[in-house]
C-alpha cells in the first residue's frame, strides 16, 4: 500500500448503530487530519493530531471520536449519528507544519462516503 | 485568519477550450497558495502550489496558477482542456506562520464535454 488509505469506502449506519473508520497513512509523516466534505460546502477540518496528540477539534460533536495510536494511524469512532453526518470523510496526513519547510503540503486519502439512515 | 472564495461552482467548457477557475483569497499575514484536484469517487490530489519565488507555477498535467498579489487572486488556466480534466479543483490557502492549518475554498465543478 502506498499513500494515504481508508476503509471502508462506503458505509450505511443508522442512527442507533456504532462504528469507526480507519486510515492509514505510508508516507512517514507526523501529522494526521479529518476532514467532512458535504456538497456544496467548503472541506470542514475536524481534527487534527501532531505526533499522536490532537492538537485541534474544530467544535465537532461529540458523537465523533477519533483516535490516534501512533503516527501512521487514525480512526473516527461514529455513535448514535445523525441524518446531516452523511457526508464524504477525508483522511490527510502531512509532515508537522512548520517542519517542511514551513508550509503544509497534504496528501489525502480516497474517502469514505458515510450514509446515516 | 484566511478565507477563500471560488466565486463558479461548476463551469462547463468544450473539449480543446480554455478555461480559467477563479480563486480569490484573503488573509491578513503573507500565505502559501494550493490547487487540490478530486476527480470522482477519489480524495484530494495536490494539483500546484505558490510558495514563493515566480509567481506563476505549472504542474505537469498543462495547468498554471498564478498568484496576484495586488488582486488576491490564484486563477487556475488551463489553454485546452482534455475530457480527462472533468474534476472537482479545490482552491486553499496557509498562512506562512508554518503551522497553520488549510483553509479550503467550496470547489469548482469543471465538466469538459466532447
Known amino acids: 500500500e502506498t499513500g494515504v488509505t481508508q476503509t471502508p469506502r462506503h458505509l450505511v449506519m443508522g442512527m442507533t448503530n456504532k462504528k469507526s473508520l480507519k486510515c492509514e497513512q505510508h508516507?512517514?509523516?507526523?501529522?494526521m487530519y479529518w476532514y467532512k466534505q458535504s456538497a456544496k460546502k467548503p472541506l470542514e477540518l475536524m481534527f487534527v493530531?501532531?505526533?499522536?496528540?490532537?492538537?485541534e477539534n474544530n467544535s465537532v460533536p461529540s458523537r465523533f471520536s477519533p483516535e490516534c495510536p501512533n503516527s501512521s494511524h487514525l480512526f473516527l469512532h461514529l455513535h448514535t449519528l445523525q441524518p446531516e453526518d452523511s457526508a464524504l470523510y477525508l483522511c490527510?496526513?502531512?509532515?508537522?507544519?512548520?517542519?517542511?519547510?514551513?508550509?503544509?503540503?497534504?496528501?489525502f486519502g480516497p474517502g469514505t462516503r458515510l450514509t446515516v439512515l | 485568519a484566511q478565507s477563500v472564495t471560488q466565486l463558479d461552482s461548476q463551469v462547463p467548457v468544450f473539449e480543446e477550450a480554455p478555461v480559467e477557475l477563479r480563486c480569490n483569497y484573503s488573509?491578513?499575514?503573507?500565505?502559501?497558495l494550493f490547487w487540490y484536484v478530486q476527480y470522482p469517487n477519489q480524495g484530494l490530489q495536490l494539483l500546484l502550489k505558490?510558495?514563493?519565488?515566480?509567481?506563476l507555477v505549472e504542474s505537469i498535467n498543462g495547468f498554471e496558477a498564478e498568484f496576484n498579489k495586488s488582486q488576491t487572486s490564484f486563477h487556475l488556466r488551463k489553454p485546452s482542456v482534455h475530457i480527462s480534466d472533468t474534476a472537482e479543483y479545490f482552491c486553499?490557502?496557509?498562512?506562512?506562520?508554518?503551522?497553520?492549518?488549510?483553509?479550503f475554498g467550496k470547489g469548482t465543478k469543471l465538466t469538459v464535454n466532447p
Open positions: 493530531y501532531n505526533f499522536k496528540e490532537q492538537t
Open positions: 490527510a496526513s502531512s509532515l508537522r507544519p512548520g517542519l517542511a519547510g514551513g508550509y503544509n503540503e497534504q496528501f
Open positions: 505558490y510558495l514563493s519565488g515566480s509567481t
Open positions: 486553499a490557502v496557509s498562512g506562512r506562520g508554518g503551522s497553520e492549518k488549510l483553509v
Open positions: 488573509s491578513s499575514v503573507s500565505v502559501y
Open positions: 508516507l512517514g509523516h507526523n501529522a
